[in-house]
């Protein structure tokens, strides 16, 4: 029998998977992860974690490192958030994007119904699978049209997560979570591209911020208050499929315009556009309709557009030796503060 009170997450070094870890630890479990084996060893955001977490070498294309790690911790509950997550690598990376972040969702399956079939499963799903949205706003009835082969990989990691809890009565659910950020997010991702930059334009170490489309919408949210739905959906009497989302939609645009806007810079001195920098195929509008996950998980978001900008560009304006003279939201954001010396009331 697995452990009541053990869990194993996939993708633990990433942004949501650091954020899951800690929720779950302060519930009390005993959290297991996979880390990739790299020419370096790299914790990414789970460094500060590294003594309360028991990590094990392990990879989505390897399924044989999959049934041992399974074996070993015996998890209560699977979390998978580890993928390429990347969109637009995943047009330079096709067939590794779809072996990691598709078929690498059917490999984890099979080493769960082998092994701990009583686990209860998360999939990391995701709103670009909408891609060309079919309706506004999207819910977890709208139909999938994927622009990527990261989205492609994604609708086949969902599907195989419903096939799975039909044809084997596994506990397993999907997660479709629309953009969720923090000051935890990778740097090559646009929210992130922006907020640094700007911190760095602040502190006059760099001159301009290049993007691409900034006219797509997203729905962002943010990633702490996502990593709650994903365990809330886990502790139900039924496994089902919830999308996460804020409800609100804006431009890449104007979360530029509201970075700047808080260091008192005009945006249009240090912004350009290049071509390098657009998709193949575009996503141009996500936003979500999260009131399934309210009505039957209680789960509401609490951070919202403005407080994501402020949380973000504080981290990196602090990583940058700068003060912030602006209000944030008050979460619990251990990895980056507290390397700054900043208390979170």
């Known amino acids: 029998m697995s452990n009541s009170k053990c869990a194993l997450i996939t993708g633990i070094t990433g942004q949501d998977g650091s954020y899951l870890a800690e929720l779950l630890l302060t519930k009390g479990y005993e959290v297991h992860g996979l880390l990739r084996r790299t020419s370096s060893l790299s914790l990414?955001?789970?460094?500060?974690?590294?003594?309360?977490?028991?990590?094990?070498?392990?990879?989505?294309?390897?399924?044989?490192?999959?049934?041992?790690?399974?074996?070993?911790?015996?998890?209560?509950?699977?979390?998978?958030?580890?993928?390429?997550?990347?969109?637009?690598?995943?047009?330079?990376?096709?067939?590794?994007?779809?072996?990691?972040?598709?078929?690498?969702?059917?490999?984890?399956?099979?080493?769960?119904?082998?092994?701990?079939?009583?686990?209860?499963?998360?999939?990391?799903?995701?709103?670009?699978?909408?891609?060309?949205?079919?309706?506004?706003?999207?819910?977890?009835?709208?139909?999938?049209?994927?622009?990527?082969?990261?989205?492609?990989?994604?609708?086949?990691?969902?599907?195989?997560?419903?096939?799975?809890?039909?044809?084997?009565?596994?506990?397993?659910?999907?997660?479709?979570l629309f953009n969720h950020e923090s000051p935890r997010r990778g740097e090559d991702f646009v929210t992130r591209k922006i907020t640094r930059a700007v911190a760095r334009i602040a502190a006059g170490t760099q001159k301009e911020l290049v993007l691409g489309n900034t006219d797509a919408k997203r729905d962002w949210g943010y990633a702490g208050d996502y990593v709650e739905l994903m365990w809330r959906m886990l502790q139900e009497n039924k496994p089902d499929d919830y999308v996460a989302a804020t409800g609100q939609t804006w431009t890449v645009q104007q979360f530029v315009e509201a970075s700047f806007e808080l260091i008192g810079l005009d945006w249009q001195k240090h912004v350009r556009t290049d071509e390098r920098f657009l998709r193949p195929a575009e996503v141009d509008l996500l936003v979500g309709d999260a009131s399934k996950a309210e009505r039957e998980l209680g789960w509401k978001p609490q951070v919202h557009f403005d407080g994501l900008v402020r949380l973000m560009l504080a981290a990196d304006l602090l990583a940058n030796g700068i003060k912030p003279d602006f209000e944030w939201p008050q979460v619990e954001d251990l990895n980056l503060y507290a390397a700054h010396g900043l208390k979170v009331h």
């Open 44 to 176: 990414g955001r789970a460094t500060h974690l590294q003594d309360k977490i028991h990590l094990h070498y392990s990879d989505l294309t390897d399924a044989l490192s999959l049934q041992r790690v399974l074996q070993l911790s015996r998890p209560c509950e699977v979390y998978n958030l580890g993928a390429q997550s990347h969109v637009r690598v995943s047009f330079d990376q096709p067939a590794y994007t779809g072996d990691a972040t598709g078929v690498g969702v059917i490999r984890l399956l099979e080493a769960v119904r082998c092994v701990v079939p009583e686990a209860r499963f998360y999939q990391a799903s995701s709103s670009e699978m909408f891609g060309k949205v079919r309706e506004v706003p999207q819910s977890e009835l709208t139909p999938f049209h994927p622009r990527s082969p990261y989205a492609v990989a994604k609708v086949y990691g969902y599907w195989a997560t419903v096939n799975y809890r039909e044809a084997y009565n596994l506990f397993a659910c999907n997660g479709i």
